[in-house]
């Protein structure tokens, strides 16, 4: 069992950046494959970043290639989505996920709460 916790979201500029994070609890949080989803106001739920276990490998929709980037420090058990040169349609809730397999599954095993993210001028 692995509790997420995200922060860092809020109101930005667009063409602005926020960096989120994402704190676990445990001390296993390396066996984990790690992500970013987001939801926003009359959409479904859709997959944004994800990360493996050691963090050699990522992948990123196509959406957010190029301006987001995820990483991790297993030693802070932390994961981090940066965002880039953000637009107004990237406004939406963004929920940290965890994973026990070796890679991030859509659904994935665990959740965050979410923290919201509000692109606009």
């Known amino acids: 069992q692995v509790q997420l916790g995200e922060s860092g979201g809020g109101l930005v500029q667009p063409g602005g950046s926020l960096r989120l994070s994402c704190a676990a609890s445990g001390r296993t949080f390396s066996i984990y494959s790690m992500g970013w989803f987001r939801q926003a106001p009359g959409k479904e739920r859709e997959f944004v970043a994800a990360i493996s276990r050691s963090g050699g490998s990522r992948d990123y929709a196509d959406s957010v290639k190029g301006r987001f980037a995820i990483s991790r420090d297993n030693g802070k058990n932390t994961v981090w989505l940066q965002m880039n040169s953000l637009k107004p349609e990237d406004t939406a809730v963004y929920y940290c996920?965890?994973?026990?397999?070796?890679?991030?599954?859509?659904?994935?095993?665990?959740w965050g709460q979410g923290t919201q993210v509000t692109v606009s001028s």
């Open positions: 996920a965890a994973d026990r397999g070796t890679w991030l599954g859509n659904p994935p095993d665990y």
